[in-house]
């Protein structure tokens, strides 16, 4: 057995030699051949990082749209153009705005400002989904505006449609014209009516258009139209939106259509660009990229 | 007999009392609105007071501008009906205003661009125009019932008179009456603009509105102008057969009215057809689903058996019955309201159940926002309450004053009957 083994011990070894000397011969040629190659890249590499494009912004934007909005608020309110960008690709339908919204403003049951419309587009396998956040669009032509037999709401000169809820007379006529579906009338119910008792927190005061204001029995704004106002009372305090700080996707952007070195400005100059209805002439101050 | 009408309709003037309390109070909530079908039951009987009124101001017009003397025994009652069908049409905005205690707001502050500001001064115009002509109309006779009535009811028609008495000979008294001819012409030119303002601009309400395609339309407000010349003349016709007693009508009368209804329905079924196949013929969805909704919907009998079958067809065969009975013109008369009615509500109500932008109907879900309305109990009581004020109101002034001068009247004075001719 044992003379038997010998001889295939020795071939073994040879191989094994034999590869060693090859692969060692294999490398040292290959070393050789990328050296000057080596060398010629080390010599042309930079050390130092260059300086971004001043340009640029490294920011978060929520934190450029706010100081956008600080110096838009320096500029007379006429100079001013409030325009809201709603990315539909980041949007992600979790409804934080419009549920944010309500809770900044106090909405009661059956009033909503900013619902997100989901569309499904498409059939198996071949889908997607469609998200459209609904503000107001605070239209440069609003017919609400046009058709309210008091002036009770008019558009302001930043470009912002209010409602004056102690002039509205709440004939609904403004719900009737617009196109957008934007607003919604104050029934004076309450969420927690009847469980058993409307709990304290529905009555505490909101701040809408800068007034404080407790829904209480038929006062304002129970009894008046209501819709998406750009919280001008957060505005005047320096404040975003609540919708455009909620918004986890970072999809809502906000800030003054007349600052060309502005976020919203430079975001609307995009083939992705749209507004809804825009056949109608309303000329909706809320854009969209799709 | 005429005390249990009263009865009857005295309490249902009273749960109307108890309605408009309980809505004044409670706010808004009591009804089936949504903020997406923001108009609804108040409004359609809103539009439907309000071409009743034009309606039948525009026929009484017709005697006293145009001089067309086979309608005289209907004048006046045109002219009281034109004014209560207006106290109620506003009656029902009053009680559809989220702040019903604004109300003096539309007429303190003024927008030029808002169609509903100009409908609220040319209502106030039109129900001046109305009470003038009333007042120069019935001012002779109620001066002589001041003369016979005693008590509270001496101090009413004092109040009604504004302090006009009969004057005591009678060159006076033609002198008085020429004057009324004069002015009751010279209000009634200024009257037919003004009710022809008060509806087809009420239709225009509608008819501006761009974002409700099947009301954004300029037959909109023709529409609503013809059909209100529908309804006045069925009221007129259902009121002579009703309260003229049975040997008294004139035959030629009631023949002629009715004619009239008739073409006044054959015009409004030729707008109704112009304006709903122009909006069924092409396949873009704005205007043709809601249409197709209304004819063939959930609701197809408004359309067909309401607007369609009483609102034209029943009136016009029961109209065009040979020596049909007077029984038989007050029940067509009384059909084509009805059908009027449904007409209103078609006009109104359908253009809101379709949501503006796909989608908006499940993005947010709440009752108040559905895209869905059905009157409910609370609704229609107040309604049938609200009418029922009218109604008392009506006729009491019917039965007090001489309106139907085939009355009383005739017979104890003769003066009057001259009177009557005279105008
Ligand atoms: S979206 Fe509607 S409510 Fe907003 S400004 Fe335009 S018309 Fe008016
Ligand atoms: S509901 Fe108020 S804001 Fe709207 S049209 Fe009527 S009065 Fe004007």
């Not at chain 1, 209501?226 to 999809?251: D, E, S, W, Y």
């Not at chain 2, 009615?341 to 926002?369: I, K, Q």
């Not at chain 2, 609200?386 to 009355?407: G, H, Q, R, Y």
Request: with cysteine; hydrophobic share 45%.
């Amino acid at each position: 057995m044992g003379s038997n083994k010998e001889p295939n011990q020795g071939r073994k070894e040879f191989i094994k030699k034999g590869l060693l000397a090859g692969g060692g011969l294999l490398v040292a040629s290959e070393l050789i051949k990328w050296k000057p190659m080596i060398e010629a890249v080390k010599a042309t590499q930079h050390t130092e990082v260059l300086p971004l494009v001043e340009t640029v912004s490294t920011e978060d934007v929520v934190i450029r749209m706010q100081k956008e909005l600080h110096e838009a608020l320096k500029k007379p309110v006429e100079e001013i153009h409030w325009i809201m960008v709603i990315d539909q690709k980041k949007c992600v339908a979790c409804d934080a705005c419009t549920v944010g919204c309500s809770a900044e403003n106090g909405l009661p049951p059956g009033v909503v400002y900013r619902p997100v419309i989901k569309e499904e587009i498409g059939t198996y396998p071949n889908v997607s989904r469609r998200f459209t956040p609904r503000p107001c669009m605070h239209c440069e032509n609003p017919p609400c505006t046009q058709v309210c037999p008091i002036g009770a709401t008019y558009k302001r000169p930043d470009g912002i449609v209010s409602i004056d809820y102690d002039k509205c007379l709440g004939c609904r006529y403004c719900l009737s014209a617009c196109p957008y579906g934007a607003r919604s009338f104050d029934w004076g119910e309450y969420h927690t009516e009847n469980t058993p008792e409307v709990m304290p927190y529905e009555l505490e005061p909101t701040f809408e258009y800068g007034d404080e204001k407790v829904r209480k029995g038929n006062k304002s704004p129970i009894g008046n139209a209501r819709k998406c106002h750009f919280c001008i009372h957060r505005l005047q305090n320096g404040m975003l939106p609540t919708c455009v700080t909620t918004c986890i996707g970072r999809a809502t952007y906000f800030g003054d259509l007349n600052n060309p070195n502005g976020l919203v400005a430079s975001l609307i100059g995009s083939p992705r660009v749209k507004r809804l209805k825009e056949k109608l002439g309303t000329k909706p101050s809320v854009y969209y990229l799709t | 007999m005429k005390r249990l009408y009263f009865f009857i309709i005295g309490a249902f003037s009273l749960v109307g009392l108890w309605a408009i309390y309980y809505r004044l109070t409670e706010g808004l909530k009591m009804t089936a609105l949504t903020s997406n079908v923001s108009w609804g039951l108040w409004v359609v009987f809103y539009i439907f007071f309000i071409g009743l009124s034009a309606g039948s101001f525009l026929l009484s017009t017709m005697v006293y501008v145009f001089n067309m003397k086979q309608y005289e025994k209907i004048g006046k009652v045109a002219l009281l009906s034109a004014f209560f069908s207006l106290v109620a049409g506003l009656m029902f905005i009053f009680i559809d205003l989220g702040h019903p205690e604004r109300f003096w707001h539309a007429l303190v502050y003024r927008q030029p661009t808002s169609i509903l500001s100009w409908e609220i001064h040319f209502y106030l115009i039109y129900m001046l125009i109305i009470v003038a002509e009333l007042w120069f109309l019935l001012r002779e006779d109620i001066s002589r019932l001041v003369i016979k009535a005693k008590g509270f009811k001496k101090f009413v028609f004092k109040l009604v008179s504004i302090g006009y008495s009969i004057p005591d000979n009678s060159e006076k008294l033609e002198r008085d009456r020429k004057q009324t001819h004069k002015w009751m012409k010279i209000l009634g030119i200024i009257g037919i603009p003004t009710a022809i303002g008060v509806h087809a601009g009420t239709g225009s309400l509608f008819g501006v509105i761009v974002a409700k395609h099947m009301w954004n339309s300029g037959l909109t407000p023709i529409l609503f102008l013809v059909s209100a010349l529908v309804s006045g003349a069925a009221l007129m016709l259902l009121l002579y057969a009703l309260l003229v007693p049975k040997e008294k009508q004139d035959n030629t009368m009631l023949k002629s009215l009715g004619g009239l209804l008739i073409l006044f329905i054959a015009v409004d079924l030729l707008i109704v057809a112009a304006k709903y196949l122009v909006g069924l013929y092409n396949y873009v969805p704005d205007e043709r689903q809601v249409l197709l909704n209304m004819m063939f919907g959930e609701r197809w009998y408004i359309f067909w058996v309401g607007q369609i079958m009483l609102g034209a067809i029943i009136p016009i065969l029961l109209l065009s019955i040979k020596k049909g009975s007077s029984t038989l013109k007050a029940l067509a008369g009384l059909s084509t309201i009805l059908g009027i009615f449904c007409v209103r509500w078609n006009l109104v109500v359908p253009a809101y159940l379709e949501s503006p932008m796909p989608g908006l109907e499940t993005a947010f879900v709440h009752d108040r926002l559905l895209f869905e309305y059905t009157p409910n109990l609370f609704e229609w009581i107040t309604s049938l309450g609200l009418i029922s004020i009218v109604i008392l109101l009506f006729s009491l002034a019917l039965n007090s004053l001489p309106i139907m001068e085939t009355k009383e009247g005739k017979e104890d004075n003769g003066e009057t009957a001259d009177g009557v001719q005279a105008i």
